[in-house]
């Protein structure tokens, strides 16, 4: 499928006229209409400003809508409409991958996914729970898949309407934790081997335990990373523009800088679109400005 016909097909898919999609965008109805006809191209910002509205990744606009995640061969389904802005609290026991995205629209969406477990429904059991303005969300196993399997084969991914969404707690254990698009504070407790995250904006919290590898981009605001006992990296594009400091009087934290691996001296200064600052004990954080295109979800989930 041509980028011409993936923008018709998603445009459609959100019930969005040609002049709607482009007061979203910031152009012409005209070049919404060229756009879809072959007749022009939307150039790289505005291949991003489409993805955001359509709650893709621009990889996914360009190439067909492939998912890796969303591509695996069994899944199950979780919908839910929404009418108010939401506390989302979100649980899961055990997965290789879990993704938080927010989204255009209007519903909330809990896909499972897995290229080796056929019987997702019957193995995994995914509960909602909303009252008032809080909406709690629940993936646990029931018990006939083993949670070693899961933390390689099952895939959750939660998508949430932008329209609707205060806030966000995670809590999981999993290989990879994925937050993407959100613009509200977003606190992430358990262990995930990984994390990364991409066009954030607000107050994200890492509770994590272990040693973990963080990549962000395109992250703005405040990042806390809070842990005991663990010596962990945060991967930056190298322009990053960030300011980061060590919290607390007991115990010992580090921080350290590189640049592609490399030791080096101090790239911070005071005040910054990205607050970094680090907590916890007995916890080293290395803060890794990287040159070069970060790696993507599909990546990240592949390592072992």
């Known amino acids: 499928m041509n980028i011409a016909s993936r923008i018709r097909e998603l445009r459609s898919e959100q019930n969005l006229s040609q002049e709607q999609?482009?007061?979203?965008?910031?152009?012409s109805r005209q070049a919404v209409t060229k756009w879809e006809t072959g007749a022009g191209v939307p150039d790289i910002e505005n291949l991003a400003a489409l993805a955001r509205v359509f709650g893709v990744t621009v990889d996914e606009l360009l190439n067909g809508g492939s998912d890796a995640f969303a591509a695996n061969a069994y899944e199950s389904v979780t919908a839910l409409d929404l009418v108010q802005e939401k506390?989302?609290?979100?649980e899961v026991g055990c997965a290789r991958a879990v993704r938080l995205r927010a989204?255009?629209?209007e519903k909330l969406t809990v896909r499972l996914t897995s290229e080796a477990i056929e019987d997702l429904a019957g193995a995994v059991k995914v509960l909602v729970d909303t009252q008032g303005r809080n909406l709690d969300i629940t993936v646990k196993s029931c018990g006939v898949v083993a949670d070693s399997i899961l933390r390689h084969e099952?895939?959750?991914l939660v998508d949430v309407p932008t329209a609707h969404a205060a806030s966000a707690e995670i809590s999981l254990n999993a290989r990879l934790c994925c937050v993407e698009g959100a613009l509200m504070d977003v606190e992430v407790s358990g262990q995930a081997d990984r994390v990364l995250l991409r066009d954030v904006e607000g107050h994200m919290e890492l509770d994590l335990t272990g040693n973990t590898e963080v990549w962000a981009e395109g992250v703005t605001g405040k990042l806390d990373v809070?842990?005991?006992s663990a010596v962990s990296a945060l991967h930056l594009p190298k322009d990053t523009v960030f300011s980061a400091r060590t919290k607390g009087h007991l115990g010992r934290r580090t921080l350290r800088f590189s640049q592609n691996g490399e030791p080096c001296e101090s790239t911070a200064v005071d005040d910054a679109p990205l607050a970094i600052e680090l907590a916890g004990a007995r916890v080293e954080l290395t803060i890794d400005l990287v040159e070069g295109a970060q790696p993507g979800f599909e990546q990240l989930a592949a390592m072992e």
Do not use: S
């Not at 999609?21 to 152009?27: E, P, S």
């Not at 506390?87 to 979100?90: G, K, L, P, Q, R």
């Open 21 to 27: 999609l482009a007061g979203k965008v910031g152009v």
């Open 87 to 90: 506390n989302y609290d979100i």
């Open 103 to 105: 989204v255009e629209g």
């Open 154 to 156: 099952l895939d959750v």
């Open 226 to 228: 809070n842990q005991i």
